[in-house]
């Protein structure tokens, strides 16, 4: 989930201040904290950060270095009793805006559709794992429905059993997306390592789409390709878009995140990499092993800003590492990974924020 109401508040809060015109610390850190709610807001919950594909533009394949577990079932259970969904009146005010600042509605099918419409309201169920290989996400699934949420989990197909993956959607699951990079088998692999493919993917999800119809199930099944920027690029995308022509499928290409990695920083067609990073104030991201992180980004969990296993989310969220790292971004500090490796850009980089060390702000209290 997004805070929605802080998103469109910051958009304001943008409105009044002048690109030119330097700021003191002060100034912009007590703008964001009068807008930035004291209740948190949780983007997503790595329920595991165990996988089995090796991904060329992940991270993860060559630099994660954090032991492979699986989140406890009493943390997320716990987790989620700490936050709400949002009602429909912040929905409809969302929805509103939505079309309004982008000109994007509701019935649309599109990158940044999805990321407006679908993103702001679910939780998130992965990070730097594939949720297909935690055998308890049917019940975690059932967990966040019964309490009114809405859940969404990336995938590699390969990976379907189809008996869980049932399972998944009897328990309410709101959006599956699966993730493929290329119709020819070969070119697959190459890109998402042996343990992937296309045919037998292709086919366990059209035994998915047979069941949701079947059952008159409500999961939106999402197919998406990553803009790697291959030459066989758009052809691929064509002859995935042809396959599943007539399929009950929401289906995109995506522009490719964490382009910082693989130093073939192409652009970005995408909202969400194009503006600046709202995510300490507005957000946090739960790990694996229960940690609290800047984002989901964080693939080594090396900017911890608290633990859920043991302190409440609105401790952390109001606590004085959040306070510092947002400090840090208001700064676009050097010691931060953000600044080197993430293609968002910080507030620190887009405005001119005068600083000092001894700044009264930065030794304030709560």
């Not at 009068?34 to 594909?53: F, L």
Request: aromatic residues 12%.
């Amino acid at each position: 989930m997004l805070d929605i109401r802080f998103y469109m508040a910051f958009d304001k809060f943008l409105n009044t201040i002048d690109s030119g015109k330097e700021y003191s610390i002060e100034e912009i850190a007590e703008g964001l904290e009068n807008i930035r709610s004291k209740d948190p807001s949780v983007y997503n919950i790595e329920t595991t950060n165990r996988c089995n594909m090796r991904c060329n533009m992940c991270p993860r394949t060559t630099m994660m270095t954090r032991p492979n577990e699986d989140l406890d079932k009493e943390t997320f259970l716990n987790v989620i009793k700490q936050i709400r969904p949002h009602t429909q009146e912040e929905w409809a005010a969302w929805k509103k805006f939505c079309l309004e600042k982008y000109g994007i509605s509701e019935n649309d099918m599109s990158e940044n559709h999805f990321f407006l419409y679908i993103i702001p309201k679910v939780i998130q169920l992965h990070g730097y794992g594939d949720p297909l290989l935690d055998r308890n996400m049917a019940e975690y699934v059932k967990m966040l429905h019964d309490k009114g949420f809405y859940s969404y989990f990336s995938c590699n197909p390969a990976n379907i059993s189809l008996d869980r993956t049932y399972d998944m959607l009897n328990a309410g699951l709101d959006y599956i997306k699966y993730s493929i990079e290329s119709v020819d088998d070969v070119e697959h692999k190459k890109i998402r390592g042996n343990a992937s493919n296309f045919r037998q993917s292709y086919e366990k999800i059209k035994q998915v789409l047979k069941y949701k119809q079947e059952n008159n199930l409500h999961t939106t099944i999402i197919i998406t390709m990553l803009d790697l920027n291959r030459k066989c690029q758009k052809e691929d995308f064509d002859n995935l878009l042809a396959a599943f022509k007539d399929l009950d499928v929401y289906i995109y290409l995506k522009s490719e995140d964490c382009q910082w990695y693989r130093k073939d920083f192409h652009g970005t067609k995408s909202i969400h990499w194009s503006e600046i990073c709202k995510h300490p104030w507005m957000t946090m991201t739960i790990k694996s092993n229960g940690e609290a992180v800047m984002c989901m980004e964080d693939f080594n969990n090396e900017i911890i800003l608290g633990d859920a296993n043991i302190t409440t989310l609105r401790d952390i969220w109001n606590g004085e590492k959040y306070k510092e790292f947002r400090l840090q971004h208001l700064r676009a500090c050097e010691k931060i990974k953000c600044v080197d490796e993430c293609d968002m850009k910080l507030m620190g980089d887009c405005y001119k924020i005068k600083w000092t060390p001894n700044s009264s702000f930065m030794h304030s209290p709560n």
